[in-house]
Every structure is written in structure tokens, then in C-alpha cells.
Nanobody, 123 residues
Framework: QVQLVESGGGLVQAGDSLRLSCAAS????????KAWFRQAPGKEREFVGG????????YYADSVKGRFTISRDNAKNMVYLQMNSLKPEDTAAYYC????????????????WGQGTQVTVSS
């Protein structure tokens, strides 16, 4: 069983940056595809970005492309989401997810989830 713990959320102003971190509980984490999702109140959980097990491939939602960067450090069992030029519409709870295999944009394909970290962007 893989356990994921996110951190790094907070309250920021539009245009600011934040870096979210996701720590995994075990070493086989390195063979899993990872992704970040977000969910705003009253909305469905949506894909933000994903990274392959090796880190060689990344994929982003159009809404964050060019502003957000996902990276991973398999030696530390960590995944990061660097968020720049934040907008009020980025306000949501952000979740780290993992699955055996490659990146998927569908939340139903992910077996392991963190508890979420709140990001609030004021205008």
C-alpha cells in the first residue's frame, strides 16, 4: 500500500508562486506514474498535470500549461508541483495521486491518493 502526503498549500495573491510537495511511503513509488489533481467546491476533480515513472514525460492541462511544472525525485520518493503566476481560478484542494504504469488524465485510473492540500489565490 502506497501512502501519499501533500504539503505546501496556502493563501497567496494572484501572480504569486507556490510549490506543492507529495511524499510517498515506500520505494516502489519510483515505478508509478504520478499526477496532481485539483477540486474546487461544487466542481469535479480535474487533472492538473502528470509525470511518468522515470520523469522523462510530463503532461499538463491546458489551463495550467506554461505556469505549472511537475517534477519528481525518486531517490527521495517525492513529487513536486511548482505553480507560478497563480490565478484566483486556481483556488482548489490539490491532490497527489499515483498509479502503476503511465500517466492518465482520468482520476478513476489512480489507485492511491493523498489527503489534499488547500490552495487559495486572492485577487
Amino acid at each position: 500500500q502506497v501512502q501519499l502526503v501533500e504539503s505546501g498549500g496556502g493563501l497567496v495573491q494572484a501572480g504569486d508562486s507556490l510549490r506543492l510537495s507529495c511524499a510517498a511511503s515506500r520505494g516502489t513509488f519510483s515505478t508509478y506514474g504520478k499526477a496532481w489533481f485539483r477540486q474546487a467546491p461544487g466542481k469535479e476533480r480535474e487533472f492538473v498535470g502528470g509525470i511518468s515513472s522515470s520523469g522523462a514525460s510530463t503532461y499538463y492541462a491546458d489551463s495550467v500549461k506554461g505556469r505549472f511544472t511537475i517534477s519528481r525525485d525518486n531517490a527521495k520518493n517525492m513529487v513536486y508541483l511548482q505553480m507560478n503566476s497563480l490565478k484566483p481560478e486556481d483556488t482548489a484542494a490539490y491532490y497527489c495521486a499515483a498509479r502503476p504504469g503511465g500517466i492518465s488524465t482520468s482520476f478513476q485510473d489512480y489507485s492511491y491518493w493523498g489527503q489534499g492540500t488547500q490552495v487559495t489565490v486572492s485577487s
